[in-house]
């Protein structure tokens, strides 16, 4: 567990090898509640290659020192389309 923001990573290995790959990261918010905006991509267990990039917002909660995550949404090539287009509909951009 991180006890700094900027510690946090969606990176995650096994026994030596990348699973979740981070590509980048952006801190939307910062304190007791943080939420970070993450672009990862997975290894596939069956072929050994990283898929397609995925978007994750994923929720923090700083509790007795470290950060502890609590909600997260995973967007595809698929889905994030749909969530811009909403997003500009609504605030019209």
């Known amino acids: 567990m991180a006890s700094d923001?900027?510690?946090i990573t969606i990176q995650y290995e096994e026994d030596g090898q990348v699973v979740v790959e981070?590509?980048?990261?952006e801190i939307l918010f910062r304190g007791a509640w943080t939420t970070i905006l993450f672009l990862y991509r997975e290894r596939d267990?069956?072929?050994?290659?990283f898929g397609p990039?995925?978007?994750g917002l994923r929720r923090y909660q700083k509790w007795q020192g470290t950060f502890r995550k609590k909600d997260a949404i995973n967007l595809t090539?698929?889905?994030a389309p749909a969530l811009i287009a909403k997003l500009q509909e609504w605030?019209?951009?």
């Open 45 to 49: 267990p069956k072929t050994g290659e």
């Open 22 to 25: 981070e590509l980048a990261k």
């Open 77 to 79: 090539e698929k889905t």
């Open 5 to 7: 923001i900027d510690e």
């Open 91 to 93: 605030f019209h951009f």
């Open 53 to 55: 990039p995925k978007a």
